[in-house]
């Protein structure tokens, strides 16, 4: 089984920083894409940012330059560095994986649980 976990949601001011991480566990055996999506109250879930195995990265327009995705693929792990928060950043957010398990034929869409994020004053 491969489980995906997200840590260091909360509260932050605007303005203010998060860093999100997301650890991939299980039975894997390779990991392609990984990525953060997020999800207002009354909105579809949308993409945040994402990161090829080799570190090809693209980003939604309303967060370029403010955040930066990366992961440490020796860990299964991917990051979301969010500086200079806004209020409409508010979200779930999740962590996402394109991900071969053990046992499976091929690749894979993976989630893990969410974390909120909350950006007011």
């Known amino acids: 089984q491969v489980q995906l976990v997200e840590s260091g949601g909360g509260l932050v001011q605007p303005g203010g920083s998060l860093r999100l991480s997301c650890a991939a566990s299980g039975s894997i055996f390779r990991i392609n894409a990984m990525g953060w999506y997020r999800q207002a109250p009354g909105k579809q879930r949308e993409l945040v940012a994402r990161?090829?195995?080799?570190?090809?990265?693209n980003y939604a327009d309303s967060v370029k330059g403010r955040f930066t995705i990366s992961r440490d693929n020796a860990k299964n792990m991917v990051y979301l560095q969010m500086n200079s928060l806004k209020p409409e950043d508010t979200a779930v957010y999740y962590c996402h994986a394109d991900l071969w398990s053990t046992g499976s034929r091929w690749y894979t869409d993976y989630w893990g649980p969410g974390t909120q994020v909350t950006v007011s004053s």
């Open positions: 990161i090829t195995s080799v570190g090809y990265t």
